[in-house]
């Protein structure tokens, strides 16, 4: 069984900044079924990113997934208000266990 | 408008039996896995497990194996995940989601449900 850590855990940024978040596999995986969300409070996830690095509809161009392997990551280039969220990336049945961005 | 449609809030009682549904429309139902995620209060996603409308065909994760049963009728156009007896470790909020792409088992799931809030508590 896949097991996928994200880090950190949380991070506290403000508005404009660059932010990477981190999805570790404990073994190889397929870079075809790796996806990311976003869930704000009171919300259904959001999808952002599928194979990887694919964006979903509608996401804006400011978040980007790349990696490949054990190791893949979410970039977001320019934080927006709307962005404060929890992320979780995914490989067909495991999700990480999620990584708070927080205001500053 | 693609979208998913889930049933209401439901509070039960332990040992209680228990059908939650997902309907969806503006998309062709058979042609797409549906799946089932739990959020536990506070807590992170857990894929529980998809099925095929089409032909019925269903993959679940080990952790949920055995204790839920995911269905769909496609003449409604509508999945379904059922419990024979709850237990209050049931509690949580159930997501239906659409898995993108079609026939493969393993894609993200693109579009999310509304939610819906099971609570068992005695």
């Known amino acids: 069984e896949i097991v996928l850590t994200q880090s950190p855990g949380t991070l506290s940024l403000s508005p404009g900044e660059r932010v990477t978040l981190s999805c570790r596999a404990s073994?190889?995986?397929?870079?075809?079924?790796l996806a990311w969300y976003q869930q704000k409070p009171g919300q259904a996830p959001r999808l952002l990113i599928y194979?990887?690095?694919s964006r979903a509809t509608g996401i804006p161009d400011r978040f980007s997934g790349r990696g490949s392997g054990t190791d893949f990551t979410l970039t977001i280039s320019r934080l927006e208000p709307a962005d404060f969220a929890v992320y979780y990336c995914?490989?067909?049945?495991?999700f990480g266990q999620g990584t708070k961005v927080e205001i500053k | 408008e693609v979208q998913l449609v889930q049933s209401g809030a439901e509070v039960k009682k332990p040992g209680e039996s228990l059908k939650i549904s997902c309907k969806g429309s503006?998309?062709?139902?058979?042609?797409?896995?549906v799946g089932w995620v739990r959020q536990m209060p506070g807590k992170g996603l857990e894929w529980m497990g998809i099925?095929?409308?089409?032909?019925?065909?269903?993959r679940y994760s080990p952790s949920f194996q055995g204790h839920v049963t995911i269905s769909a009728d496609k003449s409604i156009k509508t999945a379904f995940l059922q419990w024979s007896s709850l237990k209050a470790s049931a509690t949580g909020i159930y997501y239906c989601?659409?898995?993108?792409?079609?026939?493969?088992?393993?894609?993200?799931?693109?579009?999310w449900g509304q939610g819906t809030m099971v609570t068992v508590s005695s």
């Open positions: 503006g998309y062709k139902f058979t042609n797409y896995w």
């Open positions: 099925v095929y409308p089409d032909d019925s065909d269903t």
């Open positions: 995914q490989q067909y049945q495991t």
């Open positions: 989601a659409r898995l993108r792409g079609g026939d493969s088992p393993m894609e993200a799931f693109d579009v």
């Open positions: 194979g990887a690095s």
């Open positions: 073994h190889s995986v397929s870079r075809d079924s």
